[in-house]
């Protein structure tokens, strides 16, 4: 049977990786989790750092079945507390690049209902300019 659960762990694939994550469900066959990120030590930084771990996805809850996990602890607070504050921060930038794409939308449509016209760097009326005779 399944246990629900919400609370951060460290996970070590089969492959060697090593995941923080949040674990939201786990039983004898398989672990799934919210928010994975890869764990990785960077000797330029001198420090670990974090990547997601399926970086062109936008899913962001994984299933993992355990004959590839081996092993799943619970995180210390102050490691799931970074890693919360972490997805928390990750989450309000993509919000705010969505909402900033529908900013220009909803302003772009409010203009045209106002009956503004949109730059277009065309002009409405012709402009005549004063010369010779020669018409275009």
């Known amino acids: 049977m399944s246990e629900e659960l919400n609370y951060t762990v460290a996970m070590k694939l089969s492959d060697g990786s ?8 786990h039983d004898d066959y398989q672990a799934k989790v919210e928010f994975p990120y890869i764990i990785a030590y960077d000797k330029t930084l ?5 990547y997601p771990y399926c970086f062109w996805s936008d899913e ?4 993992f079945t355990m ?18 504050d972490l ?4 989450q309000v930038k993509k919000h705010i690049k969505d909402t900033s794409e529908l900013e220009k939308h909803l302003d772009k449509l409010e203009a045209f209902l106002n009956g503004e016209k949109e730059d277009t760097g065309f002009v409405d009326q012709p402009i005549f300019i004063e010369g010779n005779d020669t018409k275009h």
């Open 60 to 63: 962001q809850i994984f299933t």
């Open 18 to 25: 090593e995941l923080i994550a949040l674990l939201i469900e």
């Open 87 to 90: 997805v928390d921060e990750m």
């Open 67 to 84: 004959d590839k996990v081996m092993y799943i602890v619970s995180c210390e607070e102050k490691v799931a507390n970074r890693y919360l």
């Open 46 to 50: 001198g420090g670990v750092v974090l």
